[in-house]
């Protein structure tokens, strides 16, 4: 198992190909053989291929940001996990808050979407998070153990090292407003015990990031803190100082 800390970048809807190929380029220079992380590049589908192909041969992740969970059929503007798989990545991201919040993406199809990934051994990052009225009303706790629950479904019998959770406060994303250290351990801890309950005591492999407005300041803090395997970055993985002086500190700092 990889036990460097991660550091993943999620792009979202964000970089031409062209400007992609040439951002990691210049952060592949400026980094490698230096980060003491995982770090992987999330971008649109349109530059897997090509940025896959300009990080061969390094030790750089790249994942996809969705994946549907059929193998194919009509499903207009979809793309399967095998069609990922064919351009040489190895990550997917799953149940980001926007595919949930703004797609209207269920934890059934979540769980779907877990099993096709597995299956197709790619590593799935799912991403789990309340929102800032769950907090508010103090269902933080019920919402990531339903989230953990339904999305994890029927597979007690996988290795669980073979994924990723992404800890993303919804009202933490792309808001500036960061969860306090004290926050992301309770959370952290909370998600890693329903983990165990599932999988038994490997479940203490399995990575657990966190996400939500991870910048190059905050960086130093969050990673010190319990339960905290790296980090799922959205803005700040668009900006080359920001995205490295976050790898630069997690290679610093990070204590498992
Ligand atoms: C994300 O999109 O997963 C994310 C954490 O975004 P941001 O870092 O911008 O809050």
């Known amino acids: 198992m990889n036990t460097k800390p991660i550091v993943a970048g999620n792009w979202k809807m964000n970089k031409s190909g062209e400007e992609g190929v040439s951002f990691v380029g210049k952060i592949k220079n400026r980094i490698l053989d ?13 530059s897997l291929f090509s940025i896959v192909k300009t990080l ?11 994946a549907h969970f059929e193998v194919e059929g009509a499903y207009t503007g979809e793309i399967s996990v095998g069609m990922l798989k064919s351009t040489g990545v190895q990550y997917v991201i799953l149940g980001h808050s ?26 799935p990052i799912f991403c789990i998070g309340e ?16 989230q953990i629950n339904l999305g994890l479904q ?6 669980p090292v073979k994924m990723i959770i992404a800890y993303e406060p919804v009202w933490a994303i792309g808001t500036g407003e ?6 992301v351990a309770r959370a952290h801890g909370y998600v890693q015990s329903i ?33 905290v395997d790296g980090f799922l970055v959205g803005g700040a993985s668009l900006k080359e100082e920001s995205f490295c002086g976050i790898v630069e500190q997690v290679s610093k700092f990070y204590k498992r």
């Open 56 to 66: 061969n041969g390094t030790d750089f992740g790249v994942g996809a940001q969705n």
């Open 98 to 123: 926007e595919r949930r919040h703004i797609f209207g993406e269920t934890d059934v199809w979540i769980n779907k979407k877990i099993h096709a990934v597995l299956n197709a051994e790619l590593v």
């Open 34 to 46: 230096k980060a003491e992380a995982k770090v992987i590049f999330c971008p649109p589908f349109t």
């Open 131 to 146: 929102t800032l009225d769950d907090r508010k009303s103090n269902q933080t706790t019920q919402v990531l153990e339903n």
């Open 154 to 159: 029927g597979m007690d019998s996988i290795d």
């Open 178 to 183: 960061t969860a306090s250290s004290d926050q």
């Open 195 to 227: 983990l165990e309950r599932m999988f038994g005591q490997i479940a203490h492999e399995v990575p657990i990031l966190y996400g939500g407005s991870v910048n190059e300041n905050n960086a130093t803090e969050l990673i010190q803190t319990d339960g």
